[in-house]
């Protein structure tokens, strides 16, 4: 089971973190994603991280702005969102794969937490 939380309403420039909290099952050999969903657009992958090996991967818009990191103790996994802009507003979810790969693909995500509302006033 994956737990978003820390999302909000702010202004843009600021930062907000997210965290997923998984529960039930260790996370080695899992890569651990960030999606979001915009009101009236398709799912896009914003961030992956590889449990074990640490390798992260990006979508170019988030590139210097975001950073996924992970809690081993609490087997948790964040997304650090610095100088948020109006189109980061989402809905962001947290997803894990097992199998070890660094996709942007969604549909090979196996687990999916029920997200978190981001919103960012201009």
């Known amino acids: 089971q994956l737990v978003e939380s820390g999302g909000g309403l702010v202004q843009a420039g600021v930062s907000l973190r997210l965290s997923c909290a998984a529960h039930?099952?260790?996370?080695?050999?899992?890569?651990m994603g960030w999606f979001r969903q915009a009101p009236g657009k398709e799912r896009e992958f914003v961030a992956a991280?590889?449990?074990?090996?640490?390798?992260?991967n990006y979508t170019n818009s988030v590139k210097g702005r975001f950073t996924i990191s992970g809690d081993k103790a609490k087997n948790t996994v964040y997304l650090q969102m610095n100088n948020l802009k109006s189109e980061d507003t989402a809905v962001y979810y947290c997803a894990a794969n097992n199998w070890g790969v660094l996709s942007p693909e969604g549909r090979i995500y196996r687990y999916w937490g029920q997200g978190t509302q981001v919103t960012v006033s201009s």
């Open positions: 991280l590889h449990w074990s090996g640490g390798s992260t």
């Open positions: 039930g099952r260790p996370l080695t050999g899992y890569v």
